[in-house]
């Protein structure tokens, strides 16, 4: 029976020696990207967010917005060093952009995230009566 406890816990030990050291051994965001980048609709359904976060101020990150054939619609390279904060909220406006497929370039020298996103006009249907009923 004390072989049998003492066994057990040895194993409990073991198990948790081994999982406290290798919890650090992940790799860190910080160190390997040099941003990270979401985008996500406004409110208004004509308005798109993005949320950008660097983590190497020195590299200039470059926004971009590309229509189906390749041509650049917006760019604009933010540069971090006369920047206080590192986090960057833009919103951006798409009523003006006529339909279709674009993807949004978020780009460093080290690291690229494309966002794809498709705008369309809804139609309107209005529907008319079947029968008219006149009254005199």
Request: hydrophobic share 40%; proline share 4%; charged share 25%.
């Amino acid at each position: 029976m004390k072989t049998s406890i003492k066994l057990i816990a040895s194993a409990l030990l073991l198990t948790i020696s081994l999982s406290v050291s290798s919890f650090g051994k992940g790799q860190d965001d910080h160190l390997t990207k040099a941003f990270v980048a979401a985008m996500f609709p406004a409110n208004n359904t004509s308005k798109l967010w993005l949320c950008l976060e660097k983590y190497k101020p020195e590299e200039k990150v470059t926004l971009e917005v590309v229509n189906e054939k390749g041509q650049v619609m917006f760019q604009e390279i933010v540069s971090g060093k006369s920047r206080k904060k590192s986090a960057i909220r833009q919103q951006f406006d798409m009523s003006e952009i006529p339909d279709g497929t674009y993807t949004f370039r978020v780009s460093a020298e080290s690291q690229k995230e494309e966002f794809t996103f498709k705008l369309a006009t809804p139609n309107l249907e209005v529907n008319q009566p079947i029968r008219l009923v006149a009254i005199k």
